[in-house]
């Protein structure tokens, strides 16, 4: 059966600190992979979707950035937080021809 | 990406059925109409999609317009782990985006 990893659950970082979080999905190939932001009492932004390695299609202009280094590892990064940056962070996947994404656990990131 | 508009907020009883609308008047074609909801701090889990006709399965039903330009979610006896989020969401079909756009979606209270 194929599960999705992410960590760290919570994360508190201070205003211009890096970021680096991790999403690995295991017992499929070739997933699509996405990353999405909530803001708190808002509905969820897709902020970056790759279909493949080293494939990434970003949605909104940010200071964020993500990777695909591995056929199943997803990693969004910052080189410097912003208060704004604060929310929670999910990773989800889906089989290429997209008929339900699964999402992970999701991460809580905290900009102070 | 073609747009939905759902109420804000619903309420229901406990073992009672719930019709959440959605609509969605300027689908194409090729639209799927999907079904997400979001638990409180989890991420969102898949419902249910379809195309034309009316689905079922073990969560819920999908009534889908003959014109197409709205839906309904019938969940038939509402629970109280069915409070949460629900999100009605277009996708384009095969050869379209693969990628999911979430709008705000109904927040559902069961009352016991």
């Known amino acids: 059966s194929q599960t999705i990893h992410q960590w760290p659950a919570t994360l508190v970082q201070p205003v211009g600190s890096p970021l680096s979080l991790e999403c690995t999905v295991e017992?499929?190939?070739?997933?699509?992979l996405y990353w999405y932001r909530q803001a708190a009492g808002r509905g969820l932004q897709l902020l970056f979707y790759s279909v493949g390695i080293g494939q990434i299609s970003s949605e909104v202009p940010q200071n964020l950035s993500a990777s695909r280094p591995q056929d199943r590892q997803f990693i969004l990064s910052s080189k410097k937080l912003l208060l704004s940056d604060s929310g929670f962070y999910l990773c989800?996947?889906?089989?290429?021809?997209?008929?339900?994404?699964?999402f992970g656990p999701g991460t809580r990131l905290t900009v102070l | 990406d073609a747009k939905t508009t759902q109420p804000n907020s619903m309420e229901s009883n406990e073992e009672e059925p719930v019709h959440l609308p959605c609509n969605h008047s300027?689908?194409?074609?090729?639209?799927?109409i999907h079904w997400y909801r979001q638990l409180p701090s989890q991420g969102p889990e898949y419902v249910i999609h379809g195309l034309t006709s009316n689905v079922n399965n073990r969560m819920a039903s999908l009534a889908i317009a003959e014109d197409r330009k709205s839906s309904t979610l019938i969940l038939h006896r509402a629970t109280l782990r069915d409070a949460a989020v629900y999100y009605c969401?277009?996708?384009?079909?095969?050869?379209?985006?693969?990628?999911?756009?979430f709008g705000k979606g109904t927040k559902l209270t069961v009352n016991p």
């Open positions: 300027t689908i194409s074609g090729t639209d799927y």
């Open positions: 017992g499929t190939s070739n997933p699509n």
């Open positions: 969401i277009l996708r384009g079909g095969w050869g379209g985006s693969e990628k999911l756009v």
């Open positions: 989800a996947w889906s089989y290429p021809v997209v008929n339900e994404q699964f």
